[in-house]
């Protein structure tokens, strides 16, 4: 082995580190200053479509001939002595195959000379085909096909039903909204209905007839979703071709950005600038393209946590949250249960074709002793389970016609009274608030904010109570 490979293996001579570094779920490849491959894992070699024998001790480029010393971030860094992070490339592995990856190479440096470098990376092969495919949809979508347009869902105000007074309040603002085009901050947990609203706003507006384009901040790698938002030009990194971004796609529109707080802090900065100054400039571009787009962003995370934690820009917050539309989570609106099951019941007596008139009260009860922590969508997913149920002769759904009899089981009532003859009042109530704090945290992640607020008491106080209790965290 030559000297890079004895100061490695000298470095790394635990057998553990050693099968870390070849069964690990991220590619590792290490070079000397010759080129030369001394450390090569299994997982670069499922990725890159070799054995490791045919790349250990070989010239970097007899592998990768399509690859250069512009091209290539392991040459880059044995050059120049400066690491890389989180660099994306798109290349042609061994078999001819194009790959993308996320990686991050430094120098490996003794008696402060460059004697090699090392790369991790993780394989974003289907992730990018993925973007691709969503960025060439959003074109297609876009054009007008001999005058027929593709259908696609869209949502209106009358669509979100309920009569609770936070409800309505929320809808109100939105009605406003419509006719606006300031930027408008929806907050909300998962499933209370954030995309019904922001797709109303648009449907409703000034902007209805244009583009409108939904991007989960959450789905896609900070890397590629810089490429998705504002497009890319050839060159822009490794592989990287003349494509438009949404942005571009939603010109004259609405773009949508869900869950913005999951968007690094870097990007968010980027977007502030477009925000404010009202042009992109592509991924590896030096045009500025003036773009008119209305933004809604929504987050399942109360803002004022997310800036606190660190997560949302304090400026990006005040540059969005222009028009705020705050969506009651269902445990909130427990007015609306019943109406909701009946117009949901409805709904799936027409889709599955079935004659139910009629939901049982001990169901209706237990609905509304229910925390529902996956609000509306939850609620729905349940009925529709018990509608599969049913027969076509069935004129009510019954507990029996759910699918969760633990569910049904676990009302406020039997969950205080279990135990009643048994327990002295302090006793109750002490088991009571632990079983909620639990339940709070498992059902938020263990994220104390978030359960604090689930809870509707203050963050210093669950935290007090967990001490109290002695309740363990995830």
């Known amino acids: 082995m030559n000297k890079l490979g004895d100061v490695m293996m000298n470095s790394l001579d635990s057998i553990l580190l050693q099968k870390i ?7 590792i490849h290490v070079i000397d200053n010759s080129r030369k491959t001394i450390i090569y894992n299994s997982t670069m070699a499922q990725l890159e479509g070799l054995e490791i024998e045919q790349v250990i001790g070989k010239d970097l480029f007899e592998i990768f001939p399509s690859l250069n010393e512009e091209t290539s971030t392991l040459i880059k860094v044995l050059k120049t002595g400066e690491s890389i992070f989180n660099s994306t490339q798109t290349y042609l592995n061994f078999r001819g195959h194009s790959i993308t990856t996320i990686s991050s190479t430094i120098p490996l440096i003794e008696n402060k000379k ?23 949809l959003q074109n297609e979508l876009k054009k007008d096909n001999k005058g027929i347009k593709p259908t696609i869902k869209k949502y209106s105000l009358h669509n979100i039903i309920g009569q609770n007074e936070k409800l309505i309040a929320a809808k109100k603002i939105a009605q406003k909204a419509c006719q606006s085009p300031s930027s408008v901050l929806i907050f909300g947990e998962t499933g209370t209905g954030k995309e019904m609203f922001a797709q109303s706003i ?21 890397t590629l979703l810089e490429g998705i938002l504002f497009g890319t030009e050839k060159g822009g990194f490794t592989g990287a071709i003349e494509r438009e971004g949404i942005f571009e796609q939603a010109n004259g529109g609405t773009l949508l ?27 590896g571009g030096i045009r500025d393209i003036p773009i008119d787009v209305r933004i809604i962003a929504t987050t399942n995370e109360n803002p ?28 909130e609106r427990l007015d609306d249960i019943e109406l909701l099951t009946y117009y949901f019941v409805a709904k799936y007596n027409k889709i599955l074709n ?72 302090p006793e109750m109530i002490g088991n009571i608030e632990q079983r909620m704090i639990n339940e709070a945290l498992k059902i938020n992640n263990y994220n104390i904010s978030n359960a604090a607020s689930f809870l509707g008491i203050k963050r210093q106080t669950l935290q007090a109570k967990i001490k109290k209790y002695k309740l363990m965290q995830k």
């Not at 244009?210 to 901040?217: L, V, Y």
């Open 257 to 283: 950005l869900d869950e913005i707080n999951s968007m690094s802090l870097t990007l968010q900065a980027k977007l502030l600038r477009v925000l404010q100054e009202g042009y992109i400039r592509r991924v």
């Open 304 to 331: 004022m946590d997310s800036i606190e934690k660190g997560t949302l820009r304090k400026d990006l917050y005040y540059r969005l949250n222009v028009i705020n539309i705050n969506i009651p989570p269902l445990r």
């Open 114 to 136: 460059i004697i090699g470098a090392a790369e991790i990376a993780h394989d974003l092969t289907n992730t990018k085909i993925l973007s691709d495919q969503l960025l060439e």
């Open 21 to 27: 570094l070849q069964y690990g779920n991220v590619g």
């Open 354 to 425: 079935k004659n139910i008139s009629k939901v049982s009260s001990d169901v209706i009860r237990d609905f509304k002793n229910y925390n529902w922590p996956g609000n509306v969508r939850e609620l729905e997913n349940f009925i529709e389970g018990a509608m599969n149920m049913v027969s076509l002769n069935d004129k009510a759904l019954n507990k029996e016609d759910f699918l969760s009899s633990n569910f049904l089981s676990n009302s406020r009532d039997k969950f205080i009274f279990n135990n009643f003859d048994s327990q002295t009042l």
């Open 202 to 222: 648009h449907y409703n507006g000034n902007r209805k007839d244009k583009t409108f384009i939904a991007q989960n901040c959450a789905a896609i790698p900070d």
